[in-house]
């Protein structure tokens, strides 16, 4: 096993689900050259040697190193190695407060950032993972909500860099007006990032050198990603009762990316908002779409969520 691969599958050990955050996102993948990787890898076993040794402040000062150098994040692909590295810092508060402190320390330079103009995806990625761990799960939504109020041009540029992580918020707080809007784009963004995704996917798998190249599973993982995405402007759309672009939106989806695990994101966003006909619509397609094995996982995840209707009726009965 490459140093890299096990760096990613220690890091994968410490991933738990964050409140208020797309809870079924599991990718974990990172791109960088060799020498990073390399890198990486003796920072994180230091790390982990100062934590089991208890030398906090020089494990704090490893994990920062992996934080400030990180290679460029991509869009749909790359999150849980940010995400891991916060998580464990912030279990490490438990027993070592500092760490806690760093975090919010980290936070608050981020945001200043943003308000200076100088954000970008990966600064973004790294302040929303640190909002999820010390639970403040609305504060990206508010810096990204006083941005646009007060920064202007700038303002409105720094919200697209923050965007994709307020989504989940916004079905939350049910402001599908606010997420349809997509920082200026719309539903229209989702046509960007997948024409990014594509560039991306296709320069590493014709890369010749092994440690940049994007295998099937990982391509698969990050174009799931980004269904989940559209699931949620479905969510939005069916929301406002724009039942033929949620429809329009859905279908373009499903050719996309045509898993199981696509039309059961779909499925999921009409069952919370009780729709179930458009769940069996789902399974409908899915019927006259797919294969007999991938149809069968479509259709349990339709039994399983109208199990859970059916739970919910006979206890206000």
Known sequence: ????????LVVCVWLLPSPALGQEERE?????????????????DAAMKYY??????????????LLD??????????????????RHMYLVGDRYARAHDVLKERREALEKLFREGKGDYSKGLELHEINMQLGDWSRTLELYEELGREKGKVGKRMQRELF?????????????????????RGPGNLDVR??????????????SDN???????????????????????????LGTDKLDDAEDLADKFLEYHKKPATYICFM???????????????????????????????????????????????KTD
């Open 52 to 65: 089991q040794d208890g030398k906090n402040r020089r494990y704090l000062r490893e994990m920062e190193w």
């Open 164 to 184: 994709q992580y307020i989504e989940e918020d916004l079905i939350e707080y049910e402001q599908y007006d606010l997420l349809l809007k997509g920082a200026g």
């Open 194 to 207: 997948m024409l990014r995704l594509k560039r991306q996917t296709d320069e590493r798998s014709e890369g």
């Open 69 to 86: 150098n990180r290679p460029e994040a991509y869009p749909d692909i790359e999150r849980n190695m940010t995400r891991g590295i916060v």
């Open 268 to 314: 999921r966003r009409a069952a919370k908002l009780k729709k179930y006909d458009l769940v069996k619509d789902f399974v409908d397609k899915a019927k006259s779409n797919m294969e007999r094995e991938p149809y069968r996982v479509v259709k349990k995840a339709m039994e399983k969520m109208t199990k859970k209707k059916k739970k919910k009726k006979s």
């Open 1 to 8: 096993m490459s140093r890299y691969w096990a760096l990613a």
């Open 211 to 237: 440690s940049k190249r994007l295998d099937g599973a990982h391509a698969e993982g990050a174009r799931l990603n980004l269904c989940r995405s559209a699931a949620r402007y479905y969510h939005a759309l």
């Open 28 to 44: 974990w993948l990172f791109f960088g050259d060799q020498d990073w990787l390399d890198d990486s890898s003796d920072h994180w």
